[in-house]
C-alpha cells in the first residue's frame, strides 16, 4: 500500500491503538487487516510505540500504511521513519513538524479545529487534516469546511466516532475516520477487535 489517499479509499478508517504493546501488536493487526483496514495508527503515549510500529510494519507494511500517532517532536517524526512507519498523526497542527514530516517522506495528518488551522496545515503540506476533538467539530461543521476547503482535501474526524455516526459525517463530506477507544483499549481480545472491526468497515464502505 504506497499511498495514503488510496489505502483510505480502500477502507476509509483509521485504527487508532492507543495502549498497545508490542505483545499483543501482530494479533490485533492482523484482525484489523483480516477486517479490511488498511490504516493503522500507534499513538506514542503507548507502551513502547516504536517496537510496535516495526512489528506492524514488518508484518503488515506491504498491505497497510502503518504510523504514529500524538506526535509532538522532530525525534517522534525520525523514530517513526526508522521503525518502518509512513505516516504521521499529530493533534496539533505545529508548521515544524509538518515540515519535518515531509522532509522524511512520510505521510502527515495535523489536528485542526479551525478554518484557519485547516489552510494553515495545508500551506504547510499536510496531507490531510484530521478533525479533532470531532465531538467539538459535528457533521455540519464538516458540510461547512467542505465548502471552503480545497474539494480534493482529506478530511478525517476523530473522536467519538463510530457505527452510528459515521454516516452522517459521510453525508457531510468527511472522507475517512479515526476510530480508537471504540475498536480497542487496552488488553482487548483480537477476537473482539476483529468483530467491531467488522462493523465499522461494513458502516463506513
Known amino acids: 500500500m504506497t499511498d495514503l489517499r488510496c489505502a483510505l479509499a480502500a477502507c476509509p478508517l483509521i485504527a487508532i491503538l492507543r495502549g498497545i504493546t508490542p505483545a499483543e501488536a501482530v494479533a490485533i493487526g492482523e484482525a484489523l487487516i483480516n477486517a479490511g483496514f488498511r490504516v493503522i495508527e500507534v499513538p506514542l503515549n503507548s507502551p513502547e510505540p516504536f517496537e510496535s510500529i516495526a512489528l ?3 508484518a503488515f507494511g506491504d498491505r497497510a500504511i502503518i504510523g504514529a500517532g500524538t506526535v509532538m517532536t522532530h525525534a517522534d517524526v525520525h523514530a517513526t521513519a526508522d521503525s518502518g512507519g509512513r505516516l504521521i498523526v499529530m493533534p496539533h ?9 515531509r522532509v522524511a517522506g512520510l505521510f502527515v495528518t495535523p489536528g485542526v479545529a479551525t478554518p ?3 489552510f494553515a496545515a495545508l500551506a504547510a503540506g499536510a496531507d490531510g487534516l484530521k478533525l479533532f476533538p470531532a465531538e467539538m467539530i459535528g457533521p455540519p461543521v464538516v458540510n461547512a469546511l467542505r465548502a471552503v476547503l480545497p474539494k480534493e482535501t482529506l478530511l478525517i474526524p476523530v473522536g467519538g466516532i463510530g457505527v452510528a455516526n459515521i454516516p452522517a459525517y459521510r453525508s457531510a463530506g468527511a472522507n475517512a475516520f479515526g476510530i480508537g477507544s ?14 467491531v472491526a467488522r462493523a465499522l468497515v461494513a458502516a463506513a464502505v
Request: proline share 7%; aromatic share 4%.
Open 93 to 101: 497542527g505545529d508548521r515544524d513538524i509538518i515540515s519535518a514530516a
Open 56 to 58: 506492524l510494519a514488518r
Open 182 to 195: 471504540t475498536l480497542y483499549a487496552p488488553g482487548r481480545p483480537a477476537a473482539e477487535v476483529a468483530v
Open 116 to 118: 484557519t488551522e485547516a
